[in-house]
């Protein structure tokens, strides 16, 4: 079979609602425990770490926005005690699946290889710092988790950068040997991580097969595909192992031809978008019974960085909507505010907030709710997104919900209520 001779077409709206039930975005909210926590990492893949917690930190909102009312006592202990779960590169820094480990271990292999200019630095780097690469993993054998602060540089020679890690050399040495997975974050002080050798984090039962890398991209492409439940090849590209498939191209072709993944068109009713598109074979029956009409929708706030919405060319493309982060733009050039959460609602994206967590106070401030010019301002769904908002104080443990600056005119009564 061809990999660009689509069988079906799809609808915008049908894309959509299969890329969101695909991201446990849809349908019934599961009782939250460890197992639904876990299946919803098994099918994201992976979950976006980021240090900024002005409302909760990020991979906790991607929870949240999934399994409403689910514990981090018990996301915890999947990271830190079962270590189903572990830190590293996927797309960005994230927790990833220890059943993926074989996939990720190429990462930590290859990561120095190559002759640019930034890997034969890096490794020249590192062999005339041997002494504190030594010493750091003689203390991590001799005393356990220990975090960055514990030990003492004795680098020879600084890490040279005019960015934030400039002169930063235990960090730098603690992270490569984080990529080439020597170490491994084996639990946290707050948000500062504790470092440990990677033979005393791993379970017994982690995977260790040897993958070439065209079997990494064999098997990271359908759990892309799954996870994206729609997907160009350019997407794929950016999810999951974000930039490591090589051969992308080829695999595609040997998958449809082993029918593991079934190449589709997506279109309006008058023309066919760009190309080729393609779905798992596993989601079929779930697009027939999403054509039959069988969809439940919801409405809930995204992280910035939920796995939705991470590929902004993508979420542009799909959702029509137009999605930038504002962290690090100058607060008089911000358009819609610090850290702002998206709103789902339903197969659209309608709006978003500006919230901001204040804990001292114990109070969820909104500092400003904007809706899209296409976004239904009725009573009802205003009442949706009032609900959305109360589900986030709650898990939030905020007492009281503050509403400042302006508020869509057909949301407002719900929102105050």
């Known amino acids: 079979m061809s990999a660009t001779k689509p069988v079906r077409r799809l609808s915008p709206t049908i894309a959509r609602r299969l890329a969101i039930t ?3 975005l849809a349908g019934p909210v599961l009782h939250a425990d460890r197992g639904s926590i876990l299946d919803t990492a098994r099918d994201l893949r992976c979950l976006q770490l980021d240090p900024i917690s ?10 949240h926005s999934r399994l409403p009312g689910y514990s981090l006592d018990d996301f915890h202990a999947l990271l830190w005690g079962e270590r189903q779960l572990f830190e590293y590169w996927a797309h960005c820094a994230s927790i990833v699946l220890t059943e993926d480990y074989p996939i990720h271990a190429a990462m930590m292999r290859d990561y120095l290889n190559g002759d640019s200019a930034w890997a034969q630095r890096t490794r020249a780097w590192l062999v005339e710092n041997s002494v504190l690469r030594t010493y750091i993993l003689d203390e991590l054998m001799q005393h356990g988790p220990r975090p960055s602060s514990y030990f003492e540089d004795s680098s020879k020679v600084g890490w040279s950068s005019s960015g934030w890690n400039g002169g930063r050399n235990v960090s730098r040495m603690l992270d490569f040997l984080w990529i080439q997975g020597t170490i491994m974050v084996a639990g946290r002080s707050g948000i500062q991580k504790l470092w440990d050798l990677s033979e005393r984090c791993l379970p017994a039962w982690t995977p260790r097969e040897q993958l070439m890398d065209e079997e990494v991209t064999r098997r990271a492409i359908p759990l892309a595909v799954r ?3 729609v997907a160009r090849p350019a997407h794929i590209q950016q999810h999951f192992i974000r930039g490591r498939y090589p051969r992308l191209a080829a695999a595609i072709d040997e998958l449809v031809g082993a029918g593991e993944l079934v190449p589709v068109e997506l279109g309006d009713e008058d023309r066919a978008w760009p190309g080729p598109w393609y779905i798992h074979t596993a989601d079929l029956p779930l697009l027939d ?5 069988d969809w439940q929708p919801r409405t809930t706030l995204l992280s ?3 796995n939705l919405i991470c590929d902004r060319a993508r979420t542009e493309a799909l959702f029509n909507f137009r999605f930038r982060i504002e962290i690090y733009v100058p607060k008089a050039k ?11 609602h339903g197969d659209e994206l309608i709006g978003r907030i500006d919230p901001l967590m204040d804990r001292k106070r114990q109070r969820l401030v909104i500092n400003t709710v904007y809706a899209e010019s296409s976004a239904p301002l009725t009573l009802e769904v205003g009442r949706a997104v009032a609900d959305a908002i109360s589900e986030l104080a709650t898990f939030l443990d905020a007492r009281e919900i503050e509403y400042q600056g302006e508020l869509p005119a057909g949301w407002r009564q719900p929102l105050v209520a």
């Open 304 to 306: 910035p960085f939920d």
């Open 227 to 229: 996870a994206l439940g």
């Open 334 to 344: 911000r358009q819609y505010g610090y850290y702002v959460l998206p709103i789902l």
């Open 22 to 24: 695909r991201q446990r």
């Open 289 to 293: 019974r999403l054509l039959a009409g």
């Open 54 to 63: 002005a409302v909760a930190r990020s991979h906790q909102l991607v929870l």
